[in-house]
């Protein structure tokens, strides 16, 4: 992406709030499910705060209720200043929304659907023309402005869904897993974008399947679980809460994972968790020696060991450590 200013000149007057979100006892339920149970958060102004948590945590209800688009049943939401309830008007001026799927039309031009939303926005069609000229730029998109986005790739389908809902600057951008099914090269585009944005003063909350995501770009992380925030921090916060004296072990035969994450769970008496290539087990020694003595119990049962380290957990690990169960894709129509 350019150095060009993606929302434009537009800046945030200096009597907004500090806070662009401030949420105190937020609650929802669906039937019996309480899809959120309380949850507290504040973010300040011009932060990148990201959301994770494991499928049916509540992440997408958060997103829903703070966006307007549904009511809550308990607690109270604000948005730059707004309250979610009872003035959800105002704060939709002032919110833009991406949320898993694009909402773009794929039998117009990628500058066709950027016209469109401004003259939905009420610009004039000279209007819309410039900024939808910018925002293409903006977006590395002005050589296939022209082609249908039928034809775009995925990483190019979502950066032209993010342009769209940048027609009117917003003071929060709520993104609900932004690059889920990009290929790494795109989501590093993504990222980029996102980076850009907030340096142009616009909040951006993130949900994420990704913990490298939420490592890469989140200044906080929240994380929840059954609709309740277990845990919030940065991200050297939530890793040193967690402890530093992680063993990771990688195996020499694959085969025998089950029985090596047996005699590391009975050894240190913690859970161990799998890599997402199922080729490393982490858990929590405590101390080296805790470690060697884990170690030397896999070498007594013939246990080929590949490699072996002593560190500081991953993002992974800790949220692993903190809701019992590693982050999963989510499939489409599912809560979350």
């Known amino acids: 992406m350019n150095d060009m200013n993606p929302v434009g000149a537009k800046t945030i007057a200096p009597d907004l709030p500090s806070l662009a979100i401030s949420v105190r006892g937020l609650a929802k339920r669906y039937g019996t499910v309480a899809a959120l149970d309380g949850i507290d958060l504040d973010v300040p102004r011009g932060m990148i705060f990201g959301i994770l948590g494991p499928n049916g945590a509540g992440k997408t209800t958060l997103i829903r209720l703070l966006a307007t688009l549904a009511r809550p049943d308990g607690g109270t939401a604000s948005v730059m200043g707004h309250d979610v309830a009872s003035n959800p008007q105002a704060v939709r001026g002032v919110i833009a929304l991406t949320g898993q799927f694009a909402s773009l039309d794929e039998d117009l031009t990628g500058r066709e659907n950027l016209v469109m939303f401004a003259r939905l926005w009420g610009f004039s069609a000279s209007a819309a023309k410039t900024r939808a000229n910018e925002l293409l730029a903006a977006f590395e998109l002005s050589d296939a402005s022209r082609k249908q986005v039928k034809s775009y790739s995925g990483g190019m389908r979502r950066r032209l869904d993010i342009a769209a809902s940048l027609i009117v600057t917003p003071g929060v951008l709520f993104l609900d897993e932004p690059t889920t099914g990009l290929d790494p090269k795109a989501r590093q585009g993504v990222w980029k974008m996102i980076r850009s944005l907030a340096q142009f003063g616009v909040t951006i909350l993130l949900t994420t399947q990704y913990l490298e995501e939420a490592d890469q770009l989140a200044a906080r992380i929240a994380v929840i679980d059954r609709g309740r925030k277990i845990a919030e921090g940065t991200s050297r916060e939530l890793k040193s809460a967690i402890g530093s004296g992680f063993l990771h072990v990688a195996l020499g035969d694959h085969k025998r994972m089950d029985e090596a994450e047996k005699i590391l769970e009975k050894?240190?008496?913690?859970?161990?968790?799998?890599?997402?290539?199922?080729?490393?087990?982490?858990?929590?020694?405590?101390?080296?020696?805790?470690?060697n003595e884990a170690l030397g119990v896999l070498i007594s049962a013939g246990i080929e060991l590949s490699d072996f380290s002593m560190g500081s957990p991953s993002l992974d690990e800790v949220f692993f450590a903190l809701t019992g169960q590693p982050v999963e894709e989510e499939s489409p129509g599912e809560a979350s």
């Not at 890599?275 to 101390?287: F, I, P, T």
């Open 267 to 291: 050894a240190l008496g913690a859970p161990v968790q799998r890599s997402a290539e199922g080729a490393q087990l982490s858990v929590v020694a405590g101390s080296t020696r805790a470690a």
